[in-house]
């Protein structure tokens, strides 16, 4: 007898774009949570606003590429987001800063050979922390397919990229008193603190337009959480 066909895994319609995005303020929410003593309702909107913003750029431009990488594409810039917010938050953590990409590079070598056992014993500690910030993609994985995107989702992606940033902006210099870390007092590790990682990077990325004296790094004696 010929064998019955298997049945169809049943999966989600949910496009890769909305996973992309999703990732980018699920993890600034939860880094923010972690190294936040007192969560204050107007930072933690321009943190949320921020974030959703870059989420929603990072998506407008995944949903540009074909369908068939849609899934494989998202999953992929999710967990590089992943990567990068579990390592400046393992990095904090242990030398008490946050770490411009340049640094978190030219530090790398030093780090590695010094202090991997450290660099280990941190990520042991924090496997469940890691966990958290992986559930989403796998469930992405295991239980969901992507879905067409329409111009009119694309068109609406534009909108709130646009519309989150200009309210995070207006956010900051009403709701906070921070503002000068966005302009003359920037400093990586309290923009990080203040107004999440990635803003953190876009303000880098801004500065290093401008000319800078090359970071002479220096590893100081890490400090080992209790």
């Known amino acids: 007898m010929p064998k019955s066909p298997k049945p169809e895994k049943k999966t989600i319609p949910l496009p890769g774009w909305l996973l992309a995005a999703g990732m980018v303020l699920y993890c600034e929410l939860i880094l923010h949570s972690w190294i936040t003593e007192t969560l204050e309702l107007g930072r933690l909107a321009v943190v949320a606003g921020f974030a959703l913003g870059c989420g929603t750029l990072m998506g407008l431009i995944l949903s540009h590429l074909p369908r068939k990488l849609h899934k494989v594409t998202a999953i992929g810039v999710s967990l590089l987001v992943v990567v990068l917010y579990v ?96 302009s003359s ?27 800078q004296e090359a970071p002479d790094f220096a590893i100081e004696v890490p400090v080992t959480p209790p």
């Open 87 to 182: 390592a400046e938050f393992i990095l904090s953590e242990t030398y008490q800063n946050f770490m411009t990409p340049q640094t978190m590079v030219a530090g790398a070598g030093g780090i590695a050979q010094d202090y991997l056992l450290l660099t280990l014993k941190m990520i042991g500690r924090n496997l469940g922390r890691i966990l958290l910030l992986l559930a989403p993609i796998a469930a992405y994985g295991l239980w969901c397919r992507p879905k067409p995107v329409l111009w009119r989702t694309r068109a609406l992606l534009a909108y709130l990229t646009i519309l989150c940033y200009i309210l995070s902006f207006l956010g900051v210099s009403f709701l906070t008193d921070d503002s000068k870390l966005l």
């Open 185 to 211: 007092a920037y400093n990586f590790d309290s923009v990080v603190r203040s107004f999440g990682l990635n803003m953190g990077l876009t303000m880098e990325m801004l500065q290093g337009a401008l000319p």
